[in-house]
């Protein structure tokens, strides 16, 4: 009699969580704000990936629509001293639709990120449209090339104070879980100084973007196509 009570009390346990396990599913992540700071995983927030032709505009596009991307440093860790190195690291490069195009990031002198960029701040981020809906959308491979990515290169420095409150209220906006970060760690804004660009989205090799071409694209809104619960869309222009 006790196992033929089992099955219906199991059936009923199962109807009561279902609920709460599919909120929980899709439900968006705390770290990341949801559609409250661009969540680019939605497929009508995401703008449209410019004509592949322009590589100065997708080489914007994947900085703004990215959350995060692969650091690559010289190691100064003893195993591995002066061999590349990389981490992932949140950044930001300003509000949903307002880019500025630099990648602004939140370090502590407790990672080892830090500590090879103060024996040498250069540094390379690489991006990918793998971390949206793009690449899942068209069935790209991350390796793809079609995928897009990109590879900024330069050095990493601390803001200064006039670029503090920028670079605060794009990274907490888009990754609100940093508020919360404990201040014994140290956390300090910083930055990276673009000095070279390349951009994969097709085959056939990198294309070389000069950062004079990179910063001449603005983000262009269009108000037109706004919408109550998404905002207004915009596109990349070249100045």
């Given at each position: 009699?006790a196992r ?6 199991r059936?009923?346990?199962a109807?009561?969580?279902a ?24 497929d ?8 592949r ?8 596009f ?5 959350d ?7 190691s100064?860790?003893?195993a591995?001293?002066?061999r590349s190195?990389a981490?992932?690291?949140?950044f ?12 602004y ?5 407790l990672q ?8 040498n701040p250069?540094a ?7 971390q949206t ?11 793809s090339p ?5 590879m ?6 601390k803001?200064?104070e ?14 609100p879980?940093?508020?919360t ?8 804004f ?9 951009v ?6 990198p ?15 269009e ?12 596109h990349?222009?070249?100045?």
């Open positions: 009699m033929r009570a089992l099955g219906p009390a059936s009923l346990l109807a009561l969580l609920p709460a396990l599919v909120a929980l599913l899709v439900s968006p992540a705390r770290g990341r704000g949801g559609l409250d700071h661009g969540d680019w995983d939605v009508r927030r995401l703008p449209p990936l410019p004509p032709d322009d590589a100065p505009r997708v080489a914007r994947v900085t703004h629509v990215s995060w991307g692969a650091v690559a440093t010289i100064t860790l003893e591995v001293r002066g190195f981490d992932v690291i949140s930001s490069d300003g509000p949903p639709g307002a880019g500025s195009g630099v990648p990031m939140y370090l502590s002198p080892q990120l830090v500590s090879d960029l103060q024996e250069q390379t981020l690489t991006l990918s449209l793998a809906v793009f690449c899942r959308k068209h069935g790209f491979d991350p390796q079609l995928c897009v990515h990109i900024l290169s330069g050095t990493v420095t803001v200064n006039k670029e503090a409150d920028y670079a605060k209220n794009s990274l907490f906006l888009r990754h879980e940093m508020k970060w404990p201040s014994s760690h140290n956390w300090f910083a930055k990276l100084n673009i000095t070279n660009i390349w994969l989205d097709y085959f056939g090799g294309k070389v973007v000069t950062p004079e071409e990179y910063f001449n694209v603005t983000l262009q809104l108000r037109q196509l706004s919408s109550p619960r998404f905002g207004p869309h915009y990349l222009v070249r100045v």
